[in-house]
């Protein structure tokens, strides 16, 4: 199984931005793999923010985070970062990384990182 570790998360006022990482611990299954960040609340299902594909870059994003959130990566580092900005109280949630499938960005890892919490209130 994969491993990842993400950090970055905190506290921010609305309107304020952040910058998470994704660390993976195997350079091969990242780098050939569609990447992910995900978020949960207590109480509610994780959901997918934003993906991005291994070879082109090609990014997709939930409209709740679309034109505020952008995703990128690094193959060499074996990294994944996430610039959120203009952040909203609902976008509260513990963030996560992970690799997902192709077509329909769905997990790929049974073994979840710790995640990183984000909390934004005044």
């Known amino acids: 199984q994969v491993q990842y570790e993400e950090s970055g998360g905190g506290l921010v006022q609305p309107g304020g931005s952040l910058s998470l990482l994704c660390m993976s611990s195997?350079?091969?299954?990242?780098?050939?793999?569609?990447m992910g960040w995900f978020r949960q609340t207590p109480g509610k299902e994780r959901e997918l923010v934003a993906s991005?594909?291994?070879?082109?870059?090609?990014?997709r994003y939930a409209d709740s985070v679309k034109g505020r959130f952008t995703i990128s990566r690094d193959n060499t580092k074996k990294t994944l970062n996430l610039q959120m900005s203009r952040l909203q109280p609902e976008d509260t949630a513990v963030y996560y990384c992970?690799?997902?499938?192709?077509?329909?960005?769905?997990?790929?890892?049974?073994?979840w990182g710790q995640g990183t919490q984000v909390t934004v209130s005044s």
């Open positions: 991005i594909s291994w070879g082109s870059g090609a990014t």
């Open positions: 195997e350079g091969p299954s990242f780098n050939w793999y569609n």
């Open positions: 992970n690799r997902v499938t192709p077509e329909l960005d769905r997990a790929l890892d049974d073994a």
